[in-house]
Structures are given as structure tokens and as C-alpha cells.
């Protein structure tokens, strides 16, 4: 073994001991403030107002792949804005995660597609790299353990899948929109013409 | 600066079910009563937009001063006390499940039975009038199928909610094992009644209905108000009850959201302000007399505060149940509830939800966007059926509301603090509960069975804190609800509870505020 490997193993070994070593209490301590650290949180104290006209173009475009057409619906830009334009007046921090998500998306157009473009003029599969080059670590996350989600991505592109994406998708999902995926007309919040269909299989959903 | 107001017959602190069905009780009998409630008066117009704040994610009954609701935690679990209550003209009721059910009448006498905890002072047979009055005051619909449920003296007022397509698939699995599944009685009309519409299926059930087709306490007081009796005063926020050199309370003083304070006198006092308020309120009205609290001669109030920890056990079944009709369950069994050998296994209950995740819940936690998640939820939707698990937890000393003079509210009043954990008691009887879901899930050859045991959830069912008793060394109030200690004072809700069984509370509060009522009238208001 080299000089520099027996080095590296020498001061590997004594680092584990002293962790090992250090209080247990510590070493949880340590791994909450990291945690705390990197969990995306709302600024409070930051502005509530509209978007730009170039911003929500941006996450209009974002909506196309995020939660494109399907058989039964078309992306309705309409509900999206409004309900942006809700969130962003209404709930303190909510301009400010959309603002930076809208420049998040422009500035890895930059990067991982051409210089020149924003994420706007992309097609629908162009746009669908970016997302991916900003969130792979979400789909990692997703699909292993939430930590290493937070461990692995950057605040930046944290804050960007909790405060803008999920806030779209909850809203479509959440929406007549959303249930017609799964064949419903009816919920939630929209009557049923019969309440007692529901002790039947399959009436009241869409063919 | 402080104004006073007329003497009134009766003031009742909080406008939810117990205090808004006492209102109404009383005013209908000619007593002239004031209702004082911190929270806000809804409007029922205002429902559909309750309805579409729900809809968008957006919590509708968030607190008109979130500073004046702050609470700390103590003990073994942090109980989420705002995730569940609300304050409001109406109270929690607001936005609950309306499941409408009597106690069983082993719940009464746990001690005599069992050995467990404390009898009540009253029994079934003694209340079993007054339940048969609340249903038919909320309005249930139900049916008497339930064969573990005690003796009933008269029929639901509607007919119940046949079951859901979900659960009938369930059904299928619970008989191969011999457990029977019965109707759910909601205090939600299945037919037009008092009134309001029939159920439309709206689905938003918990945290509104946008039609009142599901009953809320707003609907007593706003009765209660048309008896030309009682006046309704909201965002008013009982600070401390003041007593006079006679031992009897002679006003409360209630504060205002700019602060300013004013007196409510009147002959006789019901604190009606859900379990955590109502206690909080007592011990806030200290004096000479009373230097730890009023009617807390006992030192208990405050104490024995109890929930029901729930667990939902869920597996995947290879059909689909379209679950998300209605906004609620539509069967349950109550094979459990009362065990013979309580001491050994403790009570619990089985819900049978036909949900599992929505689309948003699946794509919240999905990996995936575009059109990778709308397969992903096209795969998933649909297939999962859950039982939930609601748990009766034991009263324990341990468990307690009490004020934490290190933080202040919005008034500078000192917050309370909640210190709460389980026993022995409540984790076995999840052990067994949670065994035989699995083998219901089993029966209906489900996969992927999950049990969130390490996220155990609760009800918002906030019990004790008050207890009734024939002892006032050992109980704060006696079997009509009266205070030992303070002859012009009741406390009505469900921080009287002597135990919390295992089904939920809110007709039984119902019905001993019914029951207290009657007592009140016959004290005439008044405080000899």
C-alpha cells in the first residue's frame, strides 16, 4: 500500500472511532439540523401578489408535461392560472416558490437544451428532459426513501417539486379534472343525480 | 375598559352541540339565556365557498385569531389538538363525521365489570331516554341492526345509508369470519328533514357539508335564537369566570378580538367549551376562594383527559371497490366494543372506509408526472380497502390539560398545555384489533396489508377533564353535571365522561346535555 492510501485508510479508521465515540445525542442532533436544513420551507415573510405574464406562460408550459391531455380532458390553462393566481395572492411565500420555480425552468433550458431558448418555446419532450434533469432526484426519492431525495437535490430544485409541482398536480388531482382520470363525474363537490348509486358498482362513472 | 351587560337567566360559554343544544332547550322553556362563543358565526350561505376552500386545499375553518388557539405539548405523544377542533358558532360539529352512537351500557360500570377506571354515576338505563331525545333532536338515520348495541326504547327518525358498493365486498370477507357488519347512524338526513335537503352525495362531508344535509350545532342555535330567548354573542372569548364573596360565580368576563373586555352576570353558568377549553377556563378563574381553580377542590380538573387512537389497516384487493361516492363509511361492527374479558382485551371498533389514496393523495407521493403518474393512478385507484380501528382509551392520571404559564394566548392568558400518552391498556387492544383486520383483509385474499402503526391517529374526540361523580373528591361534577364545589355552575360536554369507550361521543353529549337541561329548569336558573 502506498504512503497516501495508508494515509487515507489510517484517518478513515480514526474518524469512525470518533464518531463512534460522540455522543449518540449529538450525532441525531446533527442529522436533524441537516434535515431541517435542506426540507423546503415556505418564506413567510416573503410577498404574496401575481405572477408576470412571462412567469405564468412558464408554468403554464410546465402544466402541459406535469399534467398534459388526455382522452377526456384538455389541459384547461384557465383553472391552472386561476388557481396560481389564488395561491400566489393568498398564501405568504407562495409568489416567491413559483417566481424561482418559473427561473429554475429557464435557466436549465440553458443548460441541458440550448442557451437560447426559454422553457416556454421547447416541445413537450424537451420540456420533459428538463424536468427530468431538475428531478431526478425526485423520482430516486419516490421510489428508494424520501432521504435520500434530501439528501441528493439541491434546495433549489427541492422547493421547486414541493411548492410548485405538487401544489399543480394536488390541484388538478384534486380537481373534476383529476377524478375524470379514474372515470368519475361526480366527486367531490359535485352532486350525484342519485346519492344511492353508490351502493352499486360502476353507475355513476364515466363509460 | 370594561362593560357590563343585563343579568341573564342562564350564560352558556360555547356555542357548539352540548352548549347549542342547552340553548335551545332552555329557551324554548321561557329561561332567558346568553351564549357566549370565541369563534366566529358561519353563515350558511357561506358553505358552498367553505366547500371550494376544501376543495383547493385550503383549510376552511382556520381560526379567526390563530394567536388566541395556541397550545403546547407535553408527554409522550404531541397531540395535534388544532388538527381537529374548531371554534365556531356550531364547534366542532362543524366539521365532523356525524356518526351518531349511544355507549354501550357496559361503558357505565367498567369499574363494577371490570375493575378498569370508574363507573359512572348514572347508567345506560338512566340516559336511555335522553338518548332516543338527541337522535331525534340531530336527526338520525339509522337502523336497529347492530346486535352487540344495548336496549333501545324508540326507532331512528330516518332510515339509514344502505351500504356502499365497498363495503358490501368487504361484507363478503367479514362473514367467512363471523363478524358482523351493521349500519353506521349518522346525524345526516337520508331523507328531507327539519327543514334541510337529503344528502346529495357531495362528499366533502368532513370538513363541510355545503348543503347542511349533514346536521350541525349551528342548526340549535340558530333555533335557539328563534325562541326570542337567547342572544348569541361570537368572537367573544371567556377569560375567567369572577365569583362573589358568596362562593357563587356572579359573571364571566369574555374579551373581544380588539381586546377590550366585557362581563356577562347571570344566575347560573354552563361551561360548554369541549374538553380542553372547559377545563382551561376553570382553572384560568382562580381566587382566594378557589386558589386553584374553580370547581378543582377535587384537583381534578384538568385530569383524566382521554382520546380514541385510531389505526387504519389497508390491503390491496384485485378488484375495483369504487370507493369516493360519499363522503363517509357505511358500515361498521361493534363486535368489539363491549368483550367480556375487558380487563384482558380492551375495547375497540372496526370502521370499514372504502377510500384509500385519491388521485392527489397517489400523486403526492408518486415518483412520477405526465403521463407515467395518470398510469400510476389509473393503476392504483380504486383497489384498496381499509379498516380503521378506534380504539377505547382507559382515563389516566398521567393525561392531562393543564396551563402553561410560560406561554400566553392573544388575551395574555396562559395556553394550554396538553400531556398525553398510551398504556398498556390501548396497545394491546391494538394488537388484537389490528390481527383480526388483517384477517378480514385476509378472508377477501388482499395483498399488500399495511398497518401505520408508527403514525397512529386520533379522532378530535377530546374526552374528560371534568368528571362527573357522586364523590366530589374524586369528580368535579355530579350526575346532573352540576359542580360540587360551585352551586350556580354546570360543565356539559364531553369533558364529564367518567371513561371514553369505544365509539363516538358526540350523542352522548347530546344527551346529557338534553338530561342537564331538564335538571336546569328545575333549578330554575337559579343559584340557591
Known amino acids: 500500500m502506498k504512503r497516501r492510501g495508508f494515509l487515507f485508510v489510517w484517518l478513515f479508521f480514526v474518524g469512525g472511532l470518533l464518531t463512534v465515540k460522540a455522543s449518540p445525542l449529538a450525532l441525531i442532533n446533527l442529522k436533524k439540523r441537516f434535515l431541517t436544513y435542506k426540507k423546503p ?64 425552468l429557464d435557466e436549465t433550458t440553458h443548460k441541458v437544451i440550448d442557451h437560447r431558448q426559454d422553457f416556454v418555446a421547447l416541445s413537450v419532450a ?41 401544489d399543480l398536480l394536488a390541484a388538478f388531482y384534486r380537481s373534476g379534472m383529476g377524478w375524470a382520470l379514474v372515470g368519475y363525474i361526480h366527486y367531490p363537490g359535485t352532486p350525484a343525480a342519485d346519492p344511492f348509486d353508490y351502493a352499486k358498482p360502476n353507475v355513476d362513472l364515466l363509460s | 375598559m370594561k362593560s357590563e351587560r343585563a343579568i341573564a337567566d342562564v350564560c352558556i360559554i360555547g356555542a357548539g352541540l352540548a352548549g347549542g343544544i342547552l340553548a335551545y332547550e332552555l329557551g324554548r322553556q321561557g329561561v332567558k339565556v346568553v351564549v357566549l362563543e370565541a369563534g ?15 376543495l383547493r386545499g385550503v383549510r376552511p375553518w382556520a381560526p379567526d385569531i390563530p394567536e388566541r388557539d395556541t397550545y403546547t405539548n407535553a408527554g409522550e405523544i404531541l397531540y395535534p389538538l388544532h388538527r381537529f377542533r374548531v371554534k365556531g358558532v356550531g364547534g366542532t360539529t362543524l366539521h365532523w363525521s356525524a356518526v351518531s352512537l349511544r355507549l354501550h351500557e357496559t361503558d357505565f360500570c367498567m369499574k363494577s365489570l371490570y375493575g378498569l377506571a370508574e363507573d359512572w354515576p348514572l347508567n345506560y ?107 348569541v354573542h361570537p368572537q367573544a372569548n371567556a377569560v375567567r369566570m369572577n365569583i362573589s364573596s358568596t362562593g357563587l360565580i356572579e359573571s364571566v368576563t369574555y374579551a ?56 387504519i389497516v389497508a390491503g390491496r384487493l384485485k378488484q375495483s371497490l369504487f370507493p369516493y361516492r360519499i363522503g363517509f363509511h357505511t358500515a361498521e361492527t361493534h363486535q368489539f366494543v363491549a368483550p367480556n374479558r375487558r380487563e384482558i382485551v380492551g375495547a ?7 377510500g384509500g389514496p385519491g ?26 380497502a381499509q379498516i380503521g380501528i378506534l380504539l377505547e382509551q382507559l382515563p389516566s392520571e398521567k393525561n392531562t390539560v393543564t396551563l402553561d404559564e410560560k406561554v400566553n394566548d392573544y388575551f ?40 401505520d402503526q408508527q403514525n397512529i391517529g386520533f379522532c378530535g374526540h377530546h374526552i374528560g377533564t371534568c368528571r362527573m361523580g357522586d364523590n366530589p373528591e374524586t369528580s368535579v361534577v355530579n350526575r346532573d353535571l352540576r359542580a360540587h364545589d360551585v352551586k350556580n355552575l354546570f360543565v356539559v360536554g364531553s369533558s364529564v365522561f367518567v371513561t371514553g369507550a369505544a365509539v363516538n361521543p358526540s350523542l352522548t353529549i347530546a344527551a346529557l346535555a338534553i338530561r342537564a337541561a331538564n335538571h336546569i329548569l328545575k333549578v330554575g336558573g337559579a343559584s340557591s
Open chain 2, 125 to 231: 338505563a338512566e340516559l336511555e331516554p335522553y338518548y332516543g331525545k338527541a337522535e331525534a333532536a340531530l336527526g338520525v338515520a339509522g337502523v336497529a341492526d347492530n346486535p352487540f348495541a344495548s336496549h333501545r326504547s324508540s326507532d331512528y327518525p330516518l332510515p339509514p345509508f344502505p351500504y356502499s358498493y365497498a363495503n358490501q365486498i368487504v361484507k363478503l370477507g367479514c362473514d367467512k369470519l363471523g363478524i358482523t357488519m351493521h349500519h353506521v347512524p349518522y346525524a345526516r338526513n337520508s331523507l328531507p328533514s327539519q327543514g334541510r335537503p337529503s344528502c346529495r352525495a357531495f362528499g366533502t362531508c368532513i370538513p363541510v357539508c355545503p348543503i347542511e344535509a349533514q346536521y350541525n350545532a349551528a342548526v340549535h342555535v340558530r333555533l335557539a335564537e328563534g325562541t326570542g330567548n337567547v342572544t
Open chain 2, 256 to 311: 373581544k378580538p380588539d381586546k377590550s373586555e366585557q362581563e356577562q352576570r347571570a344566575r347560573l353558568f354552563v361551561v360548554a367549551a369541549h374538553a380542553v377549553e372547559s377545563a382551561r377556563l376553570l382553572l384560568l378563574s382562580t381566587s382566594s376562594r378557589f386558589p386553584y381553580g374553580l370547581a378543582n377542590q377535587s384537583g381534578l380538573v384538568g385530569k383524566y383527559f382521554m382520546e380514541h387512537p385510531y389505526v
Open chain 2, 40 to 54: 366566529l358565526w358561519h353563515n350558511s350561505e357561506d358553505k358552498y365557498e367553505y366547500m371550494e376552500k376544501h
Open chain 1, 41 to 104: 420551507k415556505l418564506d413567510e415573510n416573503s410577498l404574496t401578489g401575481t405572477l408576470s405574464d412571462a412567469e405564468m406562460r412558464t408554468i403554464l408550459a410546465l402544466v402541459e408535461v406535469a399534467a398534459p391531455r388526455t382522452k377526456m380532458q384538455s389541459v384547461d390553462h384557465e383553472f391552472f392560472q386561476r388557481h396560481v393566481n389564488n395561491k400566489t395572492s393568498n398564501v405568504k411565500g407562495y409568489l416567491k416558490e413559483y417566481r424561482e420555480g418559473a427561473k429554475l
Open chain 2, 359 to 384: 388521485p392527489a393523495e397517489i400523486a403526492l407521493e408518486s415518483g412520477h408526472w405526465g403521463a407515467d403518474l395518470q398510469k400510476e393512478i389509473r393503476e392504483t385507484f380504486g383497489h384498496s
Open chain 1, 126 to 166: 424537451e420540456r420533459n428532459t428538463v424536468l427530468e434533469a431538475i428531478l431526478w432526484k425526485y423520482r430516486a426519492g419516490a421510489i428508494l426513501k424520501p432521504r435520500v431525495e434530501l439528501l441528493l437535490a439541491s434546495r433549489t430544485a427541492l422547493s421547486f417539486r414541493e411548492f410548485v409541482l405538487k
Open chain 2, 348 to 354: 375497540f371498533k372496526f370502521d370499514f372506509e372504502g
Open chain 2, 412 to 451: 395574555g392568558n396562559p395556553v394550554p398545555r396538553i400531556t398525553y400518552s398510551f398504556g398498556e391498556y390501548e396497545k394491546n387492544a391494538l394488537g388484537v384489533a389490528r390481527k383480526k383486520a388483517e384477517e378480514i383483509l385476509g378472508a377477501l385474499a388482499a395483498t399488500q396489508i399495511v398497518v
